[in-house]
Nanobody
């Protein structure tokens, strides 16, 4: 079983930066791909970013490329999402997710990930 908890959300202004963190625990999380997704009210869950189990590869959603950076520290059991140049359209609940298979490449589909955190709210005011 893998347990994920996000933190770092809050209210910021357009143009600001914010870093989200996700603490993970469980036997497989440190050797599995991790991802960030977001969901705004009335919209489907959207892929944001994902990273390989060892941090040597990543994927980004088109809407955040060049603004967001994903990283992980397996010694601290954390995965982070650095967000810059935030826009009101980035307002959503942000979720951390973990794959269940060792060493598999990350994917942008939410159905790829078995474990999810409860989410953290990010609100960007204009």
């Amino acid at each position: 079983q893998v347990h994920l908890v996000e933190s770092g959300g809050g209210l910021v202004q357009a143009g600001d930066s914010l870093t989200l963190s996700c603490s993970f625990s469980g036997r497989t999380a440190g050797s599995a791909a991790l991802g960030w997704f977001r969901q705004a009210p009335g919209k489907e869950r959207e892929f944001v970013a994902a990273i390989t189990w060892n941090g040597d590869g990543n994927l980004y959603g088109d809407s955040v490329k060049g603004r967001f950076t994903i990283s992980r520290d397996n010694t601290k059991n954390t995965v982070s999402l650095q967000m810059t140049s935030l826009e009101p359209e980035d307002t959503a609940v942000y979720y951390c997710a973990a794959d269940t298979f060792y060493g598999r490449s990350p994917d942008s589909s939410p159905t790829y990930y078995k474990y999810w955190g409860p989410g953290t709210q990010v609100t960007v005011s204009s």
